[in-house]
């Protein structure tokens, strides 16, 4: 049995720092972020950023203590955030009149300011967004999936109406999909959270949900509707065209660096990291093997290559070291390189390179005059083909089947005989927030959305057989 679904957290703990992307700190649940994890962090809010841009958001960036009276003002924001709180009571050697929450979204101190800054609908829409670290305090944690501090973007827009806060709720959720799948690679499955799962103090929460080697769950990026609860709590109103006093309609969304542990989870193989080109640090390494000391031509022609991948943009490593070809394969199939070029004296007699793709077990000849070409394309048919994989592993592990409790037990209790993860299954839901909860009791599943367009729709609630209201994803999560 393979260490993947024999131990999948030791697997996950192995491969992140065999890969060498963080390091654990003498602080619970707070971890460094190692250059090339951080880089890959750097590379999903690239992309976000300029997505965002394109939208009109525009970054700022506010204080990370949130004095405790902001939490009181949202009665549903502080029971949803009070048990994960790190608080500070002292500073410069004096107690302080005032506790300051490290803030775990910033929905309440930017209340606070929109309060000031918001007076006529000409100054609507707001669009901000902020990148920024925060802090739950998690009893169980996780590197990258769960952390007591973890680095995130959080949006938050103000605009006239429901309509356009709707359609604000709803762009952003769709830029979320298109970069985790388009930049990740990752298959994710986008819908309504139940009123159980949804944001603390939203209206409306919808989520993208994808699915990890193990079966279980991530929930890669959210995005909430709030309508003018917050407005309300916080004095946010204008004067709108009707000469009025009105409140806005407000809206959250936010993805965090639990996006790097996904990549992780969805790609990475027995042998280690496995990462998609597009996110990847290193996108290509060039190798020399035999004895190439000997022979100078072999590294001229791969400086040559270097340089001519580097002037097309590619991230690109030449490994020289004095290592074994072995230990140089092995080393950088453990930080999930996705092409590999290796060049001897014989492949340059035979004017040619070997190319090995980090997902697939066979090395490929090229002819020198080709290899650039051939590197671009190996990069873009291995980014499609990473999604293909890990959308076929998902469909494969979504199961329709199950439409009752004892289903579910019955289908656990094969998963465990056979030694198959459960996956997800799609049930139907009558939408009592007992039936839900009864569920997660007895099987430990959650609903992780309602999605927007399922397989198949389901009549009867898995719970209480009871028409089903709603056709709902249920999986065990992180």
Request: aromatic letters at 10%; glycine letters at 6%.
């Amino acid at each position: 049995m393979s260490q993947q679904t024999n131990d999948f957290s030791k697997w996950y703990i192995d491969t992140i720092q065999k890969a060498d992307l963080m390091d654990y700190t003498p602080v619970r649940g707070c971890i460094a972020f190692k250059p090339d994890g951080y880089e890959l962090w750097e590379h999903i809010q690239s992309e976000m950023d300029r997505r965002f841009k394109e939208t009109g958001h525009r970054n700022a960036y506010f204080p990370m203590l949130i004095p405790e009276n902001f939490f009181q003002k949202e009665k549903d924001h502080i029971e949803g955030f009070s048990p994960e709180l790190p608080w500070v009571t002292e500073a410069a050697g004096e107690k302080l009149e005032e506790r300051l929450a490290l803030r775990p979204t910033s929905e309440t101190m930017i209340g606070h300011l929109y309060s000031n800054w918001i007076k006529s609908y000409r100054d609507l829409p707001v669009l901000i967004n902020q990148w920024a670290n925060v802090f739950r305090w998690e009893k169980k944690t996780l590197p990258f999936i769960r952390t007591s501090e973890f680095l995130w973007q959080e949006g938050h827009t103000a605009h006239e109406n429901e309509e356009e806060a709707r359609t604000e709720t709803m762009q952003m959720l769709n830029i979320y999909k298109e970069v985790v799948e388009g930049l990740l690679a990752i298959p994710v499955y986008d819908g309504q959270k139940t009123p159980s799962e949804r944001f603390a103090g939203a209206v409306d929460t919808y989520s993208i949900e994808a699915m990890m080697k193990d079966g279980k769950a991530v929930q890669a990026g959210t995005s909430h509707y709030l309508g003018t609860k917050f407005a309300e709590a916080f004095d946010i109103k204008y004067l709108n065209r009707e000469n009025k006093h009105v409140h806005v309609h407000t809206t959250s969304w936010g993805t965090s660096t639990r996006l790097i542990g996904s990549v992780i989870m969805v790609h990475g193989d027995e042998q280690g990291l496995v990462l998609p080109p597009k996110i990847a640090p290193t996108q290509v390494v060039l190798i020399p093997v035999g004895p190439w000391k000997k022979n100078p031509a072999i590294i001229e022609k791969l400086d040559e290559i270097f340089a001519t991948l580097k002037a097309k943009g590619i991230r690109v490593r030449l490994d020289d070291s004095d290592q074994s070809p072995g230990f140089k394969f092995n080393e950088w199939e453990l930080k999930g390189v996705p092409v590999r070029i290796e060049l001897g004296p014989r492949d340059l007699e035979n004017n040619q390179a070997l190319l090995k793709a980090r997902d697939e077990s066979e090395k490929v000849t090229v002819q020198l005059e080709n290899v650039v070409e051939a590197i671009e394309k190996e990069l873009e048919v291995m980014q499609t083909r990473l999604f293909e994989k890990a959308k076929a592993f998902r469909d494969a592990n979504s199961h329709t089947h199950v439409d009752s409790l004892d289903q579910l037990k019955q289908h656990l209790a094969d998963s465990e005989q056979n030694g198959t993860i459960p996956g997800w299954i799609l049930a139907g839901w009558c939408g009592d927030d007992a039936c839900e909860e009864h569920v997660k009791e007895e099987t430990k599943f959650t609903t992780r959305n309602i999605p927007f367009n399922p397989p198949t729709t389901k009549h009867t609630c898995i719970n209480c057989g009871k028409d089903a209201n709603h056709t709902v994803w249920f999986g065990r999560a992180y």
